[in-house]
């Protein structure tokens, strides 16, 4: 599909009842230069073909769907590498391309869930999970970043990943969600692709920022 359709860009807000977020890039800033920079540093010379906003190597993808330990995606990647580096190494790198919340989204969505029902469907893995998490209930003040939703899917926990058009017709069934009362608001394109062929309404979001100033 092109990145100019219309589906990344038009939805009825009459006729929404059920909203689904992205995580990253969209309630929490991200830089994946920070990432790939922290691992070159280690030494790693590939880290941009391994990840980035839209590609996972095989090991970062079964790290993503729960399908490995974080234990066995250190020791993992210390083979694939090939460079004696300590699990606190790759996992301050692989962490280091989270930043800080928009305040302002968390804010627009306690607003929010008075009128929809708020889902989060995040590709994301249990090492980036504990560390986000906490830094949630720090900002928050000891607030779960769970009770802003009706449920939050979380890849790595659900066993599912982004962009499939059946993992979101999965998740519409699971939560008994109609796709043409659901907007789906991600970042990456490929996502917006899949939950558009699953018949979601779709935004695909520019920028953090860009999610006050859309007339939800």
Same mark, same amino acid.
């Given at each position: 599909?092109?990145?100019?359709?219309?589906?990344?860009?038009?939805?009825?807000?009459?006729?929404?009842?059920?909203?689904?977020?992205?995580?990253?890039?969209?309630?929490?800033?991200?830089?994946?230069?920070?990432?790939?920079?922290?691992?070159?540093?280690?030494?790693?010379?590939?880290?941009?073909?391994?990840?980035?906003?839209?590609?996972?190597?095989?090991?970062?993808?079964?790290?993503?769907?729960?399908?490995?330990?974080?234990?066995?995606?250190?020791?993992?990647?210390?083979?694939?590498?090939?460079?004696?580096?300590?699990?606190?190494? &790759?996992?301050? !790198?692989?962490? =280091?391309? #989270?930043?800080?919340?928009?305040?302002?989204?968390?804010?627009? %969505?306690?607003? $929010?869930?008075?009128?929809?029902?708020?889902?989060?469907?995040?590709?994301?893995?249990?090492?980036?999970?504990?560390?986000?998490?906490?830094?949630?209930?720090?900002?928050?003040?000891?607030?779960?970043?769970?009770?802003?939703?009706?449920?939050?899917?979380?890849?790595?926990?659900?066993?599912?990943?982004?962009?499939?058009?059946?993992?979101?017709?999965?998740?519409?069934?699971?939560?008994?969600?109609?796709?043409?009362?659901?907007?789906?608001?991600?970042?990456?394109?490929?996502? &917006?692709?899949? !939950?558009?062929? =699953?018949? #979601?309404?779709?935004?695909?979001?520019?920028?953090?920022?860009? %999610?006050?100033? $859309?007339?939800?």
């Amino acid at each position: 599909m092109s990145t100019t359709n219309p589906i990344a860009t038009d939805f009825n807000k009459a006729t929404i009842k059920n909203i689904i977020f992205d995580f990253g890039g969209v309630l929490l800033h991200i830089d994946f230069k920070r990432t790939h920079a922290a691992f070159e540093a280690l030494g790693i010379k590939d880290a941009k073909a391994q990840f980035s906003q839209h590609h996972a190597s095989q090991l970062f993808s079964k790290l993503e769907t729960g399908d490995i330990t974080p234990k066995e995606f250190y020791d993992l990647f210390r083979k694939e590498a090939g460079k004696d580096i300590s699990n606190d190494q &790759i996992r301050d !790198a692989w962490n =280091a391309m #989270l930043l800080d919340y928009s305040k302002d989204n968390i804010k627009l %969505l306690h607003r $929010l869930k008075h009128t929809y029902n708020l889902y989060l469907f995040s590709n994301t893995n249990q090492i980036h999970y504990d560390w986000f998490a906490s830094l949630y209930q720090h900002e928050f003040n000891g607030e779960r970043l769970e009770d802003l939703f009706q449920k939050a899917w979380f890849s790595h926990e659900k066993g599912v990943r982004k962009p499939t058009p059946t993992v979101f017709t999965h998740m519409l069934k699971t939560e008994n969600l109609q796709p043409s009362q659901t907007l789906f608001i991600d970042d990456t394109i490929g996502n &917006i692709e899949g !939950a558009a062929a =699953a018949g #979601l309404q779709t935004h695909l979001l520019k920028s953090p920022a860009e %999610l006050l100033q $859309l007339d939800l």
